[in-house]
């Protein structure tokens, strides 16, 4: 089925630096959300995302939606080691009459924290 | 409160067997959702529910896979004659009726010998 693509794939920083990832897509979607998901784990919502343009703070990550409603931005400021872990991008594709449609996913940014 | 629980952890059958898969979502959500994922990709969708009805079973990759909700809340993803091709974590999420935001339970891990 059809992923979103997510860059970078992979990112290694040290504690205390910014993230900067994102996710891009040949269609228009009418949500965004951002997930992070560790090992043997279940994706967890991090930040959710409805209108274009629209940027949302969730402690120390930002996320925007981009205007074209094509792709969206994940931002995490000072990391620290709880942060490592993968991080995907999510949306619904029109139609999405009733809120409850099925959600396509990114291919996912894995975020090591090196020492 | 409690949130979406998945039976059983990890599941290993032989080629050619049938596997359920139980999901109990978050009290009060209506909608519940099965994903698959693979190693090294994002969940990708396979079939929802709103309330008892399948309302798109699109992602079912074949006829070997059916899922239930009997009563509009515990779902089972149901697996016949499996193949190696099956192993993967499959995942359930649960949502309120118009909410675009789901939650997502541990997963079940199967592995198909």
């Known amino acids: 089925g059809q992923q979103l693509n997510q860059s970078p794939q992979s990112m290694f920083i040290q504690e205390g630096e910014d993230v900067s990832m994102n996710c891009t897509s040949s269609s228009i979607f009418n949500t965004w959300l951002w997930y992070k998901q560790d090992p043997g784990e279940g994706p967890v919502l991090l930040i959710a995302l409805y209108k274009a343009g629209e940027l949302t703070s969730n402690g120390r990550l930002t996320a925007q939606f981009g205007i074209t409603r094509k792709d969206s931005f994940l931002n995490i400021s000072a990391s620290i080691p709880s942060d490592v872990g993968i991080y995907f991008c999510a949306g619904h594709q029109p139609p999405d009459n009733f809120g409850n449609e099925k959600l396509t996913f990114g291919t996912g940014t894995r975020l090591t924290i090196i020492p | 409160g409690a949130g979406v629980s998945q039976t059983p952890s990890n599941k290993v059958t032989e080629k050619g067997k049938y596997v359920e898969l139980r999901c109990d979502p978050i009290s009060g959500h209506t909608a519940l959702y099965w994903y698959r994922q693979s190693l090294g990709q994002g969940p990708e969708f396979l079939i929802y529910f709103q309330g008892t009805g399948a309302a798109d079973d699109s992602g079912l990759p074949n006829d070997r896979f059916f899922a239930v909700r009997p009563e509009g809340s515990v779902s089972t993803l149901k697996i016949q004659r499996t193949e190696r091709g099956d192993s993967a974590v499959y995942l359930c999420?649960?949502?309120?009726?118009?909410?675009?935001?789901?939650?997502f339970g541990p997963g079940t891990r199967l592995t198909v010998l």
């Open positions: 999420a649960s949502s309120l009726w118009g909410g675009h935001e789901q939650f």
